[in-house]
């Protein structure tokens, strides 16, 4: 008989509240996940709260979705309600705006590998707070868990310090023009508030060097050992083998080039993004409605978990063209032709090292750019269309995220967000189909159903992120948890 489990309810090392379910049961003698389903377990208000809203209050609000993405939910606001009003940012404000947003980048690409992932491979240090929950070694059915032995995975267990210091100064980096990080202050319809000047881009290019230097010579070559001793991790954890992109960091005032590609992936080959097939689908989720909609005219309505008894999570399901597509790191590398590899857990970790890479190495030019033109503006005024739409497409660390606002009598009356979570960690559609993120999971084989890592380190290979998919807030400011599904 198959045994179900709930794995680690909330599962930890994420951001957020999640809870995974997975059937676990022998095929052709292999024990192995054979169903699968994600729960985000709370309910996200942001739509709401934004409704009769300023359009240019869209950046500060969006930013406290979550303190890991806060740099991309402001470059997407600030890019719809740009767009509503018809304008852009100048050379200087799109310049300023990237090189925030490559800082948010380089700290959260550190952080997911080295505290939320690299743990599933490797031993942390001996002392708290890296001492596990699981003991590696500490055998429950007569052996321990599947860590592979080798000096070069030691070295990345001792990186961990290091790296948590690393993280900081990509703070601080971004911070030199951001104001602040997390949710920087100088993101703003029209453009930018800070303005360039020599000291700042010194004291940047100063930051970008040191990490550079940790990206090359450490991070890449920590992802590459890892890679190379769970190589069986290559094939495991494909999930649905379609990849999107929205594409990131402009390249000009247009938007038309990006550093990182627009676009779509399947069957071996890269497509033309067309965002008129996109659409949320909530047949499974906790939300009124049964048809697929588009973002624009995308509704946001909570129902009684109790009333919907088929639904199984807070987040919606979009779907491209009714089908599951997987966002993120290497959605964006295969888009962009800058990874060759397959799709796989250790391919999502080898293509988010190269990207930091890649950004780091942009940004270095940036900031030359800025150089020769300390006196470009960085603010076009921005005026508040009476009424309009507008699309911010752009790509936090984790995958596509967009912002769809339409503005009336001056005012927000409609606001659809979609996170990179929501197309990774989606419940099934209308048609049955399980999001990316469950069919990833499904043929995993597990040694020890008490201690399935194996089904962690396909989670955090998606690096999902519920802070951004699903919130509640209430006035007194006490967080609400809502219990459901299994954990009633």
Not at 48 to 75: F, N, Q
Not at 121 to 135: E, F, G, I, L, R
Not at 250 to 279: E, P
């Amino acid at each position: 008989m198959p045994s179900v489990i709930t794995v680690m309810d909330p599962v930890t090392r994420i951001e957020g509240h999640m809870k995974v379910e997975v059937t676990i049961n022998q095929v052709n003698g292999v024990t192995q996940v054979v169903d699968a389903k994600c729960t985000g377990t709370l309910f996200r208000g942001f739509e709401k709260i934004l409704t009769g809203r300023d359009p240019e209050d869209a950046v500060y609000i969006t930013e406290r979705i979550c303190g890991v993405c806060p740099v991309s939910h402001g470059m997407a606001a600030t890019l719809a309600t740009e767009a509503a009003a018809g304008m852009t940012a100048p050379t200087n404000g799109r310049i300023i705006r990237n090189l925030v947003l490559g800082s948010n980048y380089i700290q959260s690409h550190l952080l997911h590998f080295y505290l939320l992932a690299a743990v599933d491979y490797v031993k942390a240090p001996n002392s708290a707070p890296w001492t596990p929950a699981w003991n590696p070694t500490d055998a429950t059915n007569g052996q321990g868990l599947d860590f592979r032995s080798d000096p070069t995975l030691d070295a990345v267990g001792g990186h961990i310090p290091k790296a948590v210091a690393l993280r900081r100064t990509a703070h601080q980096m971004g911070a030199i023009f951001g104001g602040k990080l997390p949710a920087p202050a100088n993101f703003l319809a029209g453009g930018s508030s800070s303005v360039p000047n020599s000291s700042r881009i010194s004291a940047f290019r100063s930051y970008l060097a040191v990490l550079q230097q940790f990206i090359n010579n450490v991070y890449i070559p920590d992802v590459e050992a890892v890679a190379n001793m769970y190589s069986d991790y290559k094939q495991i954890g494909v999930g649905s083998g379609n990849l999107l992109s929205y594409g990131v960091f402009d390249l000009d005032n247009a938007g038309t080039t990006k550093l990182l590609s627009r676009g779509t992936y399947r069957s071996g080959s890269v497509r033309t993004l067309d965002l008129s097939r996109i659409t949320e689908q909530v047949a499974y989720s906790w939300y009124s409605g049964s048809t697929a909609r588009p973002p624009a005219s995308g509704v946001t309505t909570p129902v009684d978990p109790d009333t919907k008894t088929n639904a199984y999570s807070w987040l919606k399901a979009p779907r491209y063209n009714n089908l599951p597509y997987e966002a993120g790191p290497l959605a964006r590398m295969k888009v962009s032709n800058k990874y060759t590899g397959g799709i796989s857990v250790m391919d999502r970790h080898l293509a988010r090292a190269y990207e930091a890479k890649v950004v780091a190495d942009a940004m270095s030019g940036w900031l030359t750019q800025l150089q020769q033109n300390l006196t470009g503006k960085v603010y076009n005024t921005y005026t508040s269309p009476a009424s309009g739409n507008g699309i911010g497409l752009t790509e936090a660390p984790r995958g596509a995220l967009g912002h769809w606002v339409s503005i009336a009598n001056g005012n927000i009356s409609n606001y659809q967000i979609i996170t990179p979570t929501c197309w990774n960690a989606s419940p099934k559609d209308a048609n049955n189909v399980k999001g990316p993120m469950e069919q990833a999971l499904i043929g995993t084989p597990v040694d020890d159903s008490n201690r399935p890592i194996e089904v962690l380190r396909v989670i955090h290979s998606f690096d999902p992120c519920l802070s951004c998919a699903v919130h509640v807030m209430r006035p007194e400011g006490k967080p609400v948890v809502i219990r459901a599904g299994a954990c009633r």
